[in-house]
């Protein structure tokens, strides 16, 4: 019975411990200049823009030429939907 006991009072406390507390206004500030301070949010665009150029590289030159003509094909008709997979065939 008290071992009962011991593990229903260690699952109840268990949460109330892991809840993280909202950080008080100096904290807030003091992240806010951080996030100003290492242009954090330019820095992640640009990471971004990076990495998309060149998962889009990298599927062109996998692309056979057919897969090409054939997407330029359907941009210059203006179709949104393509069949294009650079995995293969489906």
Known sequence: MRRLAAVLLLAAAVPAFAAQSAPSAKQQELIDQIITLTHLDENVRFLIDVMLERMGTTLN??????????FDRRSIAGSTVTTFCPVGDL
């Open 61 to 70: 030159e996998k692309s056979s030429d057919e897969q090409k003509k054939d």
